[in-house]
Protein backbone atom coordinates (compact mmCIF):
# COMPACT_ATOMS: atom_id res chain seq x y z
CA UNK A 1 0.00 0.00 0.00
CA UNK A 2 2.71 2.25 0.91
CA UNK A 3 5.04 1.56 -2.12
CA UNK A 4 2.25 1.94 -4.26
CA UNK A 5 1.71 5.44 -2.53
CA UNK A 6 5.50 6.54 -3.12
CA UNK A 7 5.48 5.01 -6.89
CA UNK A 8 2.15 7.48 -7.54
CA UNK A 9 3.66 10.36 -5.73
CA UNK A 10 7.15 9.71 -7.70
CA UNK A 11 5.29 9.40 -11.42
CA UNK A 12 3.47 12.91 -10.12
CA UNK A 13 6.27 15.15 -9.34
CA UNK A 14 8.03 13.40 -12.88
CA UNK A 15 4.90 14.60 -14.70
CA UNK A 16 4.97 18.17 -12.97
CA UNK A 17 8.85 18.63 -14.00
CA UNK A 18 8.25 17.75 -17.43
CA UNK A 19 5.33 19.89 -18.16
CA UNK A 20 5.73 23.37 -18.98
CA UNK A 21 8.78 25.06 -17.15
CA UNK A 22 9.93 22.24 -15.94
CA UNK A 23 13.69 21.00 -16.71
CA UNK A 24 14.28 20.73 -21.05
CA UNK A 25 14.16 17.81 -23.33
CA UNK A 26 17.78 17.10 -24.21
CA UNK A 27 17.34 17.01 -27.67
CA UNK A 28 16.12 18.83 -30.53
CA UNK A 29 16.14 20.21 -34.15
CA UNK A 30 18.22 23.09 -35.60
CA UNK A 31 17.56 24.31 -39.04
CA UNK A 32 20.05 26.00 -40.66
CA UNK A 33 20.49 28.25 -43.11
CA UNK A 34 23.83 28.12 -45.09
CA UNK A 35 25.81 28.90 -48.26
CA UNK A 36 27.83 26.15 -48.52
CA UNK A 37 27.21 23.99 -51.67
CA UNK A 38 30.78 23.27 -53.23
CA UNK A 39 32.48 19.85 -53.10
CA UNK A 40 34.81 21.40 -50.26
CA UNK A 41 32.33 23.33 -48.14
CA UNK A 42 29.61 20.53 -48.52
CA UNK A 43 32.35 18.21 -47.05
CA UNK A 44 33.02 20.66 -44.39
CA UNK A 45 29.53 21.54 -42.90
CA UNK A 46 28.58 18.33 -42.88
CA UNK A 47 30.84 17.83 -40.19
CA UNK A 48 29.06 19.85 -37.66
CA UNK A 49 26.17 17.90 -39.05
CA UNK A 50 27.53 14.66 -37.79
CA UNK A 51 28.69 16.12 -34.44
CA UNK A 52 25.53 17.96 -33.51
CA UNK A 53 23.59 14.42 -34.95
CA UNK A 54 25.86 12.37 -32.53
CA UNK A 55 24.55 13.96 -29.55
CA UNK A 56 21.07 13.38 -31.04
CA UNK A 57 20.14 16.34 -32.53
CA UNK A 58 18.45 16.83 -35.64
CA UNK A 59 19.81 19.21 -38.57
CA UNK A 60 17.19 20.13 -40.93
CA UNK A 61 19.81 21.82 -43.91
CA UNK A 62 18.34 24.95 -45.61
CA UNK A 63 21.16 25.50 -48.08
CA UNK A 64 20.77 28.36 -50.24
CA UNK A 65 23.52 27.94 -53.01
CA UNK A 66 25.46 31.07 -54.04
CA UNK A 67 28.74 31.95 -53.82
CA UNK A 68 29.68 34.77 -51.20
CA UNK A 69 26.42 34.56 -49.74
CA UNK A 70 24.05 36.83 -51.40
CA UNK A 71 21.33 35.07 -52.22
CA UNK A 72 21.24 33.35 -49.02
CA UNK A 73 21.18 36.91 -47.33
CA UNK A 74 18.29 37.23 -49.44
CA UNK A 75 16.32 34.49 -48.65
CA UNK A 76 16.95 35.16 -44.78
CA UNK A 77 15.78 38.40 -44.97
CA UNK A 78 12.38 37.15 -46.44
CA UNK A 79 11.78 34.19 -43.98
CA UNK A 80 12.44 36.48 -40.76
CA UNK A 81 10.21 39.52 -42.38
CA UNK A 82 7.39 36.30 -42.98
CA UNK A 83 7.91 35.89 -38.95
CA UNK A 84 9.70 32.39 -39.99
CA UNK A 85 13.33 32.66 -39.51
CA UNK A 86 15.61 29.36 -39.52
CA UNK A 87 16.70 28.02 -35.82
CA UNK A 88 20.34 28.95 -37.27
CA UNK A 89 21.77 31.15 -40.15
CA UNK A 90 25.63 31.67 -41.81
CA UNK A 91 25.77 35.62 -40.77
CA UNK A 92 28.70 37.50 -41.13
CA UNK A 93 30.46 41.22 -39.57
CA UNK A 94 28.30 44.10 -39.09
CA UNK A 95 25.36 42.40 -40.20
CA UNK A 96 25.30 40.20 -36.73
CA UNK A 97 24.63 43.50 -35.00
CA UNK A 98 21.98 44.74 -37.03
CA UNK A 99 19.75 41.33 -36.71
CA UNK A 100 20.55 41.48 -32.50
CA UNK A 101 19.43 45.12 -32.56
CA UNK A 102 15.89 44.01 -34.24
CA UNK A 103 15.53 41.72 -31.21
CA UNK A 104 15.93 38.61 -33.48
CA UNK A 105 19.08 36.80 -31.56
CA UNK A 106 18.85 34.40 -29.02
CA UNK A 107 21.69 35.50 -26.10
CA UNK A 108 24.51 32.90 -25.91
CA UNK A 109 26.12 34.40 -23.11
CA UNK A 110 25.56 31.13 -20.63
CA UNK A 111 27.47 28.68 -23.67
CA UNK A 112 30.35 31.69 -23.79
CA UNK A 113 30.69 31.87 -20.07
CA UNK A 114 30.51 27.48 -19.72
CA UNK A 115 32.84 27.33 -22.54
CA UNK A 116 35.48 30.31 -21.93
CA UNK A 117 34.76 32.22 -25.46
CA UNK A 118 36.49 35.27 -24.37
CA UNK A 119 39.63 33.28 -23.75
CA UNK A 120 39.73 31.46 -26.93
CA UNK A 121 38.34 33.73 -29.37
CA UNK A 122 41.57 36.54 -30.52
CA UNK A 123 39.37 40.31 -29.26
CA UNK A 124 38.95 41.62 -32.75
CA UNK A 125 36.52 38.84 -33.96
CA UNK A 126 35.12 38.47 -30.39
CA UNK A 127 33.78 41.84 -30.46
CA UNK A 128 32.52 41.48 -33.73
CA UNK A 129 30.32 38.32 -32.42
CA UNK A 130 28.89 40.45 -29.49
CA UNK A 131 25.96 42.84 -29.36
CA UNK A 132 26.06 45.66 -26.61
CA UNK A 133 28.67 43.36 -24.73
CA UNK A 134 26.46 39.99 -25.23
CA UNK A 135 27.63 36.79 -27.40
CA UNK A 136 25.27 36.82 -30.73
CA UNK A 137 27.28 34.96 -32.84
CA UNK A 138 29.35 31.97 -32.85
CA UNK A 139 32.47 32.32 -35.02
CA UNK A 140 33.65 29.44 -37.09
CA UNK A 141 36.68 30.09 -38.68
CA UNK A 142 39.43 33.05 -40.43
CA UNK A 143 39.35 33.02 -44.33
CA UNK A 144 42.23 34.73 -45.77
CA UNK A 145 40.81 36.70 -49.24
CA UNK A 146 44.44 37.99 -51.30
CA UNK A 147 45.61 34.32 -52.50
CA UNK A 148 46.98 33.00 -55.33
CA UNK A 149 45.73 29.65 -56.81
CA UNK A 150 48.96 28.39 -58.95
CA UNK A 151 48.39 24.97 -61.43
CA UNK A 152 52.76 24.69 -61.71
CA UNK A 153 52.23 22.48 -64.67
CA UNK A 154 50.79 25.29 -66.62
CA UNK A 155 53.69 27.44 -65.26
CA UNK A 156 56.10 25.12 -66.70
CA UNK A 157 54.87 24.16 -69.77
CA UNK A 158 54.36 28.41 -70.70
CA UNK A 159 58.11 28.93 -68.93
CA UNK A 160 56.34 31.19 -66.90
CA UNK A 161 57.37 32.49 -63.11
CA UNK A 162 55.36 32.90 -60.67
CA UNK A 163 54.50 36.59 -59.99
CA UNK A 164 54.87 38.72 -56.92
CA UNK A 165 53.96 41.86 -58.46
CA UNK A 166 51.55 42.89 -60.96
CA UNK A 167 53.97 43.93 -63.54
CA UNK A 168 55.35 40.18 -63.28
CA UNK A 169 51.86 39.28 -63.48
CA UNK A 170 51.65 40.82 -66.79
CA UNK A 171 54.68 39.41 -68.35
CA UNK A 172 53.52 35.69 -66.84
CA UNK A 173 50.02 35.90 -68.26
CA UNK A 174 50.95 36.76 -71.87
CA UNK A 175 53.58 33.28 -71.76
CA UNK A 176 50.82 31.44 -70.49
CA UNK A 177 48.49 33.10 -73.23
CA UNK A 178 50.76 32.32 -76.06
CA UNK A 179 51.00 28.62 -75.14
CA UNK A 180 47.58 28.55 -75.48
CA UNK A 181 46.34 28.12 -71.72
CA UNK A 182 43.64 30.57 -70.35
CA UNK A 183 46.04 32.68 -68.06
CA UNK A 184 43.29 33.56 -64.93
CA UNK A 185 40.35 31.46 -64.40
CA UNK A 186 37.77 34.01 -63.56
CA UNK A 187 34.29 33.64 -62.18
CA UNK A 188 32.38 36.60 -63.51
CA UNK A 189 29.97 37.65 -60.69
CA UNK A 190 29.92 40.94 -58.93
CA UNK A 191 31.09 39.22 -55.47
CA UNK A 192 34.14 37.62 -57.29
CA UNK A 193 34.95 41.10 -58.95
CA UNK A 194 35.19 42.88 -55.81
CA UNK A 195 37.00 39.63 -54.29
CA UNK A 196 39.66 40.14 -56.44
CA UNK A 197 39.18 44.20 -56.41
CA UNK A 198 40.05 44.30 -52.92
CA UNK A 199 43.27 42.05 -53.11
CA UNK A 200 44.62 44.51 -56.19
CA UNK A 201 43.85 47.64 -53.76
CA UNK A 202 45.47 46.30 -50.75
CA UNK A 203 48.71 44.81 -52.90
CA UNK A 204 48.74 48.55 -55.09
CA UNK A 205 47.54 50.89 -52.70
CA UNK A 206 48.79 49.65 -49.72
CA UNK A 207 47.07 49.02 -45.64
CA UNK A 208 46.50 52.58 -45.23
CA UNK A 209 44.98 53.26 -48.73
CA UNK A 210 42.87 49.84 -48.25
CA UNK A 211 41.87 50.60 -44.45
CA UNK A 212 40.57 54.23 -45.73
CA UNK A 213 38.71 53.06 -48.84
CA UNK A 214 37.73 49.86 -47.99
CA UNK A 215 36.70 50.22 -44.34
CA UNK A 216 36.29 53.73 -43.78
CA UNK A 217 34.43 54.19 -47.02
CA UNK A 218 36.49 58.03 -47.62
CA UNK A 219 34.96 59.17 -50.91
CA UNK A 220 38.11 61.81 -51.36
CA UNK A 221 40.54 58.10 -50.78
CA UNK A 222 38.43 56.76 -53.18
CA UNK A 223 38.17 59.15 -56.58
CA UNK A 224 42.17 59.73 -56.21
CA UNK A 225 44.80 58.72 -58.52
CA UNK A 226 45.50 55.27 -56.45
CA UNK A 227 42.20 53.77 -57.11
CA UNK A 228 42.14 54.86 -60.53
CA UNK A 229 45.89 52.75 -60.51
CA UNK A 230 43.65 49.44 -58.68
CA UNK A 231 40.68 50.02 -61.21
CA UNK A 232 43.45 49.93 -64.34
CA UNK A 233 45.02 46.90 -62.73
CA UNK A 234 41.58 44.85 -62.53
CA UNK A 235 40.76 45.95 -66.55
CA UNK A 236 44.01 44.79 -67.33
CA UNK A 237 43.26 41.26 -66.16
CA UNK A 238 40.57 40.57 -68.41
CA UNK A 239 42.27 39.83 -71.75
CA UNK A 240 43.99 36.91 -69.86
CA UNK A 241 39.97 35.64 -68.82
CA UNK A 242 38.63 33.13 -71.05
CA UNK A 243 35.07 33.81 -73.07
CA UNK A 244 33.25 31.52 -70.71
CA UNK A 245 33.88 34.11 -67.50
CA UNK A 246 31.16 36.00 -67.40
CA UNK A 247 28.75 34.11 -64.83
CA UNK A 248 30.59 31.47 -63.72
CA UNK A 249 30.64 29.96 -60.40
CA UNK A 250 34.40 30.41 -57.76
CA UNK A 251 34.66 26.76 -57.52
CA UNK A 252 33.97 25.91 -61.66
CA UNK A 253 37.02 28.32 -61.70
CA UNK A 254 39.09 26.70 -58.74
CA UNK A 255 38.69 23.31 -61.20
CA UNK A 256 40.03 25.02 -64.48
CA UNK A 257 43.13 25.48 -62.32
CA UNK A 258 42.72 21.93 -60.92
CA UNK A 259 42.24 20.75 -64.59
CA UNK A 260 45.05 22.64 -65.90
CA UNK A 261 43.00 24.63 -67.67
CA UNK A 262 43.96 27.75 -66.42
CA UNK A 263 47.13 28.93 -64.39
CA UNK A 264 45.69 30.99 -61.50
CA UNK A 265 43.07 31.73 -59.85
CA UNK A 266 42.55 34.97 -57.56
CA UNK A 267 40.10 33.77 -54.56
CA UNK A 268 39.86 33.45 -50.64
CA UNK A 269 41.45 29.85 -49.10
CA UNK A 270 37.93 28.44 -49.47
CA UNK A 271 39.55 27.70 -52.96
CA UNK A 272 42.07 25.37 -51.20
CA UNK A 273 38.67 23.21 -50.11
CA UNK A 274 38.06 22.36 -53.38
CA UNK A 275 41.62 21.39 -54.03
CA UNK A 276 41.57 19.18 -50.99
CA UNK A 277 38.17 18.06 -51.89
CA UNK A 278 40.05 16.60 -55.29
CA UNK A 279 42.71 14.92 -53.61
CA UNK A 280 45.06 17.32 -54.65
CA UNK A 281 48.35 18.17 -52.65
CA UNK A 282 49.99 21.65 -51.41
CA UNK A 283 53.06 22.32 -53.43
CA UNK A 284 52.95 19.11 -55.52
CA UNK A 285 49.57 19.49 -57.47
CA UNK A 286 48.93 23.17 -56.82
CA UNK A 287 51.12 26.02 -55.30
CA UNK A 288 49.33 28.67 -52.88
CA UNK A 289 50.71 31.87 -52.45
CA UNK A 290 50.48 35.79 -51.87
CA UNK A 291 48.63 37.51 -54.39
CA UNK A 292 51.20 39.91 -55.76
CA UNK A 293 51.99 42.79 -54.05
CA UNK A 294 50.20 41.35 -50.53
CA UNK A 295 52.58 39.59 -48.30
CA UNK A 296 52.56 41.16 -45.38
CA UNK A 297 48.51 41.95 -45.25
CA UNK A 298 46.11 39.51 -44.20
CA UNK A 299 42.87 40.12 -45.22
CA UNK A 300 40.99 38.50 -43.01
CA UNK A 301 37.19 36.72 -43.67
CA UNK A 302 35.78 35.03 -40.69
CA UNK A 303 32.55 33.08 -41.18
CA UNK A 304 29.93 32.61 -38.32
CA UNK A 305 26.76 31.60 -37.43
CA UNK A 306 23.53 33.71 -35.43
CA UNK A 307 20.95 31.95 -33.73
CA UNK A 308 17.14 32.90 -33.68
CA UNK A 309 15.38 32.74 -30.89
CA UNK A 310 12.95 30.13 -30.27
CA UNK A 311 9.98 29.05 -28.11
CA UNK A 312 10.66 25.54 -28.17
CA UNK A 313 13.26 24.04 -25.71
CA UNK A 314 14.07 21.33 -27.33
CA UNK A 315 15.22 23.67 -29.92
CA UNK A 316 16.95 26.20 -27.73
CA UNK A 317 19.00 22.92 -26.31
CA UNK A 318 20.26 22.40 -29.45
CA UNK A 319 21.11 25.57 -30.59
CA UNK A 320 22.74 25.73 -27.66
CA UNK A 321 25.18 22.37 -28.18
CA UNK A 322 25.66 23.79 -32.22
CA UNK A 323 27.06 26.80 -30.51
CA UNK A 324 29.26 24.80 -28.41
CA UNK A 325 30.10 22.23 -30.38
CA UNK A 326 31.30 24.81 -33.19
CA UNK A 327 34.26 26.21 -31.25
CA UNK A 328 35.57 22.81 -29.98
CA UNK A 329 39.28 21.57 -30.71
CA UNK A 330 37.82 18.36 -32.60
CA UNK A 331 35.50 20.43 -34.74
CA UNK A 332 37.70 23.44 -35.25
CA UNK A 333 40.65 20.68 -36.72
CA UNK A 334 38.38 18.98 -38.82
CA UNK A 335 36.02 21.52 -40.09
CA UNK A 336 38.99 23.85 -41.21
CA UNK A 337 40.83 21.04 -43.13
CA UNK A 338 38.37 20.77 -45.22
CA UNK A 339 37.25 24.34 -46.19
CA UNK A 340 40.91 25.75 -46.43
CA UNK A 341 40.57 28.36 -43.43
CA UNK A 342 42.47 28.05 -40.18
CA UNK A 343 40.85 27.66 -36.72
CA UNK A 344 39.26 30.75 -35.07
CA UNK A 345 40.33 28.81 -31.55
CA UNK A 346 43.42 30.09 -30.50
CA UNK A 347 46.07 27.54 -28.73
CA UNK A 348 45.30 24.82 -31.33
CA UNK A 349 47.98 22.52 -32.70
CA UNK A 350 49.27 23.45 -35.87
CA UNK A 351 50.26 19.55 -36.80
CA UNK A 352 47.41 18.84 -38.29
CA UNK A 353 47.24 21.46 -41.10
CA UNK A 354 48.52 21.93 -44.56
CA UNK A 355 51.45 24.01 -45.79
CA UNK A 356 49.11 27.01 -46.82
CA UNK A 357 47.12 26.94 -43.54
CA UNK A 358 50.53 26.79 -41.52
CA UNK A 359 51.20 30.07 -43.57
CA UNK A 360 47.63 31.75 -42.52
CA UNK A 361 48.46 31.15 -39.33
CA UNK A 362 52.05 32.24 -39.35
CA UNK A 363 50.78 35.47 -40.91
CA UNK A 364 47.39 36.31 -39.09
CA UNK A 365 49.68 37.09 -35.97
CA UNK A 366 52.05 38.64 -37.56
CA UNK A 367 49.93 41.28 -40.21
CA UNK A 368 48.12 42.11 -36.72
CA UNK A 369 51.62 43.05 -34.68
CA UNK A 370 52.22 45.22 -38.12
CA UNK A 371 48.40 46.41 -38.78
CA UNK A 372 48.13 44.19 -41.30
CA UNK A 373 45.34 42.66 -40.33
CA UNK A 374 42.48 44.19 -42.23
CA UNK A 375 38.83 43.04 -42.45
CA UNK A 376 37.28 41.95 -46.14
CA UNK A 377 35.37 44.15 -47.69
CA UNK A 378 34.01 42.00 -50.02
CA UNK A 379 33.06 39.25 -47.72
CA UNK A 380 31.12 41.72 -45.50
CA UNK A 381 33.45 42.53 -42.77
CA UNK A 382 34.68 46.21 -43.08
CA UNK A 383 31.23 48.24 -43.68
CA UNK A 384 27.88 48.06 -44.37
CA UNK A 385 25.65 46.52 -46.81
CA UNK A 386 25.03 49.52 -48.56
CA UNK A 387 28.23 50.97 -48.88
CA UNK A 388 29.43 46.97 -50.04
CA UNK A 389 26.80 47.28 -52.27
CA UNK A 390 27.71 50.74 -53.63
CA UNK A 391 31.25 49.83 -54.19
CA UNK A 392 30.00 46.08 -55.59
CA UNK A 393 28.15 47.87 -58.57
CA UNK A 394 30.80 50.45 -59.71
CA UNK A 395 33.37 47.77 -59.72
CA UNK A 396 30.92 45.50 -62.00
CA UNK A 397 30.13 48.00 -64.07
CA UNK A 398 33.12 48.99 -64.87
CA UNK A 399 34.65 45.84 -65.31
CA UNK A 400 31.94 44.92 -67.42
CA UNK A 401 32.20 48.26 -69.78
CA UNK A 402 34.36 50.68 -71.45
CA UNK A 403 33.86 53.14 -68.72
CA UNK A 404 36.90 55.30 -67.91
CA UNK A 405 39.05 54.12 -64.71
CA UNK A 406 38.92 57.95 -63.53
CA UNK A 407 35.08 58.01 -64.40
CA UNK A 408 35.02 54.63 -61.94
CA UNK A 409 36.87 56.06 -59.32
CA UNK A 410 34.50 59.04 -59.41
CA UNK A 411 31.26 57.23 -59.56
CA UNK A 412 32.91 55.21 -56.73
CA UNK A 413 32.94 57.78 -54.37
CA UNK A 414 29.54 59.55 -55.21
CA UNK A 415 27.81 55.79 -55.23
CA UNK A 416 29.53 55.58 -51.58
CA UNK A 417 28.78 59.10 -50.04
CA UNK A 418 24.67 58.55 -50.89
CA UNK A 419 25.31 55.22 -49.25
CA UNK A 420 26.75 56.94 -46.06
C1 LIG B 1 32.47 33.48 -48.35
C2 LIG B 1 32.43 32.61 -47.14
C3 LIG B 1 33.24 31.39 -47.35
C4 LIG B 1 32.95 30.73 -48.67
C5 LIG B 1 32.77 31.72 -49.81
C6 LIG B 1 32.25 31.13 -51.10
O1 LIG B 1 31.74 34.64 -48.15
O2 LIG B 1 32.93 33.31 -46.04
O3 LIG B 1 33.05 30.52 -46.27
O4 LIG B 1 31.87 29.94 -48.53
O5 LIG B 1 31.95 32.78 -49.46
O6 LIG B 1 30.97 30.64 -50.97
Not at 214 to 243: F, G, H, R, W
Request: aromatic content about 10%.
Amino acid sequence: MKKGFILLALIFCASLLFADGGPTPETGEVEVLHWWTSGGEAASVAVLKELLEAEGHTWKDFAVAGGGGDQAMTVLRSRAVAGNPPTAAQVKGPQIQDWAAEGFLTNLDDVAEAENWDGLVPKVIADIMKYKGNWVAVPVNVHRINWMWVNPEVFKKAGAKIPKTWAEFEMAAKKIQAAGMTPVAWGGQPWQEITVFETIVAGVGGTDFYNKTMVQADPSAINSPTMVKCLETLKMMKQYTDPGAPGRDWNLATAMVIKGEAGMQFMGDWAKGEFTAAGKKPDVDYIATHAPGTSKQFLFNVDSFIMFEVKDPSAKEAQKAMARLILEPKFQEVFNINKGSIPVRMGMSEDPFDIPAQLSMKDFTASAKTGDLVPSMAHEMATSRAIRGAIMDTVTAFYNSDMRAKDAAAQMANAVRSAQ
